[in-house]
């Protein structure tokens, strides 16, 4: 039985704009037993922050292979094996915070911003795909801000600024930087702008810059049932596209294993920050 791993680089759907048709870049896929494909999983993971995961035989086995990344973070609505259906839930869908159990589109965000210190890990199995869109849309932290410094800096100061937001899901507030140091020396990115996200009328232009230039740097893909993504939670941004049907994702948070080095460099940041 063969399984397969599809890197960030040869498998994703890329798109600038949801709104414009789809080009698919599938270069090649590597054949793998996913047993022994950790090691490949890993360095993707560290390096490139995103990666795919194809032919999953089921719940069971993504959940031993998230064990294998991590520690499974127990969250508000997730179940005892730390499984969150993300599926329609009309009776969650308007309260707030709970966007994600709708059928609307996602606006770019990362999970947990609430918190201290996030789950380092998003992992996200296609048990069910949309009848139609449900499209996953993903934006590399790394390269967005290294884009800000360089072309918006006061865009660029309002991420790393530590008193600019205030993000309150009733039970966690997080007020600080959204651009901010991890111990290792690099940075970790959180955003939202849902119901739990404020800022100051004054910053919402640059709320709104930032939220247009992400879509400069977006990617968009479909997830085929049984292919789970995975992505560096404090560098990747992630949203949908509204769906039909009963999409259903079963979405696991992480703590990275000892293998894991957190957060990511920004190019040119030292010239930036000079000038
Ligand atoms: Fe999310």
């Known amino acids: 039985?063969?399984?397969?791993?599809?890197?960030?680089?040869?498998?994703?759907?890329?798109?600038?704009?949801?709104?414009?048709?789809?080009?698919?870049?599938?270069?090649?896929?590597?054949?793998v037993f996913l047993s022994d494909a950790t090691e490949a999983i890993q360095k993707t993971l560290q390096t490139e922050g995103a990666c795919i995961?194809?032919?999953?035989?089921?719940?069971?086995?993504?959940?031993?292979?998230?064990?294998?990344?991590?520690?499974?973070?127990?969250h508000r609505d997730s179940a005892s094996n730390g499984i969150t259906p993300v599926s329609h839930n009309q009776k969650q869908e308007k309260m707030p915070?709970?966007?994600?159990f709708s059928q609307d589109s996602l606006e770019f965000h990362t999970d947990r911003s609430t918190v201290e210190t996030p789950p380092a890990f998003v992992a996200l199995y296609s048990a069910s795909p949309a009848l139609a869109?449900?499209?996953?849309?993903?934006?590399?932290?790394?390269?967005?801000?290294?884009?800000?410094?360089?072309?918006?800096?006061?865009?660029f100061a309002f991420l790393t600024s530590s008193h600019r937001c205030i993000y309150d899901d009733s039970q966690f507030i997080y007020r600080g930087p959204l651009l901010y140091s991890t111990l290792n020396g690099k940075y970790g990115i959180r955003?939202?702008?849902?119901?739990?996200?404020?800022?100051?009328?004054?910053?919402?232009?640059?709320?709104?810059?930032?939220?247009?230039?992400?879509?400069?740097?977006?990617?968009?893909?479909?997830?085929?049932?049984?292919?789970?993504?995975?992505i560096n939670n404090e560098r990747w941004l992630h949203g949908r596209t509204a769906f039909q049907g009963d999409r259903s994702l079963l979405r696991i948070l992480l703590k990275p294993g000892s293998w894991f080095s957190r957060g990511f460099e920004i190019e040119n940041l030292n010239f930036i920050e000079a000038a």
Not at 5 to 30: G, L, P
Not at 147 to 153: E, N, R, T, V, Y
């Open 133 to 155: 869109g449900g499209y996953s849309r993903l934006v590399d932290g790394a390269k967005l801000c290294s884009f800000l410094s360089k072309q918006d800096p006061d865009a």
């Open 1 to 31: 039985m063969t399984r397969y791993i599809d890197t960030y680089w040869n498998s994703i759907i890329y798109a600038k704009s949801c709104n414009e048709q789809h080009r698919v870049e599938m270069s090649h896929q590597i054949g």
């Open 53 to 74: 995961i194809s032919s999953i035989s089921g719940e069971d086995q993504y959940i031993s292979f998230c064990r294998i990344l991590g520690e499974i973070y127990a």
């Open 191 to 230: 955003f939202r702008c849902d119901g739990n996200g404020y800022y100051s009328f004054n910053d919402l232009p640059i709320v709104a810059r930032i939220i247009n230039c992400a879509r400069k740097f977006e990617h968009s893909l479909v997830l085929e049932k049984d292919q789970a993504l995975i």
């Open 97 to 100: 915070g709970f966007s994600g």
